[in-house]
């Protein structure tokens, strides 16, 4: 029998424990790269092709606070800008749902195309939600969920303004970072509620990035000052900023990651202490062999790191083929389109688990290297 053989042996002498082990890494270690992937895609949002390009003008006190319509004819006269559109929140509901799972803007339909760049759209839907005032388009995503087509028509609650609104879907776009969202005319939404003048926010795209701090300092200074000051910031910064009001979610998941790695690793090390346990007479009889601590030490060591591995294979595994080919927008309910697992995640889990296998081993090893021969054939005696 070869060493290999001899700790392969031991490690499954007991199968229902060692099932039971590798099953509890690999739980954890799904766990814990799901929540890192979930903390990367709150924290770090996709960056969607032109956005290096994109200009963000809000309230400067609030995002929740309305700007005037006065204001685009200013922003428009900047050199360095070449398109501004409106960007108004409506919080609509369909079918009386819990929750919104696709958002919805007010916009500049003859703008939307020359801002969102990545939009794409065929000519003829372009030109049919330009010309109906009560047209919509909407993203593939919801448009699938839904099961919208091209022409359909469709109601939304507000949750911001009084009464609803009835659409006609004019086109369904892809290309954009989020396929969820749906775009309207603003006019449509002045109209309805019966107070025009105001708007969401401005989304400006500028010529070349050369401009873009120019721009951005000459939007903020337009407005000092006045009744509705601005706060004018690239896209990119919108975005991060905007996650932060969500709280601090990265201390959040770190706490929940840290408590499933401990509980693992309590779990693990009791497992391979009970097993160690069951083995003093035969560790003694190796002793009085002639094995040294070191050797009996590896020999717990590749025993204990053999099952981290084989559970961390299967969790991070499982975590790479669910969320790399599984449909995340359908499993979340639209609350998180994409789901990436990358190198840097699966290199973290794989260490947490190599860890795994050293710590779990520390303890019986420390044990063994205590035990006598004497007290160690005395023990299962």
């Not at 685009?72 to 929140?89: C, H, Q």
């Not at 970072?177 to 603003?186: E, K, L, N, P």
Request: net charge positive.
């Amino acid at each position: 029998m070869t060493l290999s053989t001899f700790i392969f042996k031991n490690a499954l002498r007991n199968k229902r424990r060692a099932l039971l082990s590798v099953s509890s890494v690999a739980a954890s270690l799904f766990l814990l790269v799901t929540l890192q992937v979930a903390l990367r895609e709150l924290t770090l949002p996709v960056e969607s092709a032109g956005a290096e390009l994109r200009v963000c003008a809000r309230n400067k006190v609030s995002l929740t606070n309305p700007l005037p319509a006065r204001q685009r004819t200013i922003i428009e006269k900047i050199p360095g800008v070449e398109g501004v559109t409106p960007f108004t929140w409506f919080g609509g509901q369909f079918q009386n749902e819990g929750a919104m799972t696709f958002a919805q803007f007010a916009m500049d339909a003859r703008e939307t195309r020359r801002v969102f760049t990545d939009l794409k759209l065929t000519a003829a839907e372009q030109a049919a939600y330009e010309s109906e005032k009560s047209s919509a388009i909407i993203g593939k995503i919801s448009a699938d969920k839904y099961h919208f087509k091209v022409g359909d028509h469709f109601t939304l609650d507000s949750t911001i303004y009084p009464g609803s609104l009835e659409f006609k879907i004019a086109g369904i776009f892809t290309g954009t970072a989020d396929d969820r969202m749906m775009m309207f005319h603003q006019e449509y939404l002045d109209e309805s509620i019966g107070t025009p003048g105001l708007v969401g926010m401005w989304w400006i795209k500028v010529k070349n990035a050369d401009d873009m701090p120019i721009v951005i300092k000459t939007i903020n200074d337009a407005f000092a000052n006045t009744a509705a000051e601005v706060r004018a910031e690239s896209e990119r910064n919108f975005q991060l900023g905007f996650i932060s009001m969500l709280g601090n979610i990265k201390t959040l998941i770190a706490s929940i990651s840290t408590v499933v790695v401990f509980t693992l690793v309590l779990v693990t090390a009791s497992t391979m202490s009970m097993a160690v346990r069951e083995r003093f007479r035969e560790l003694a009889i190796l002793k009085a062999l002639g094995f040294r601590r070191r050797e009996l030490f590896v020999f717990i060591l590749a025993e204990s790191f053999g099952l981290a591995v084989v559970g961390a294979v299967l969790g991070i595994g499982a975590a790479y083929c669910v969320y790399t080919f599984g449909n995340i927008s359908q499993m979340t309910h639209g609350i998180f389109v994409s789901f990436e697992v990358t190198p840097h995640i699966m290199g973290l889990a794989a260490l947490v688990a190599a860890l795994l296998g050293i710590i779990s081993a520390i303890a019986p090893s420390l044990a063994v290297a205590r035990m006598s021969v004497v007290n160690g054939l005395k023990t299962l005696d």
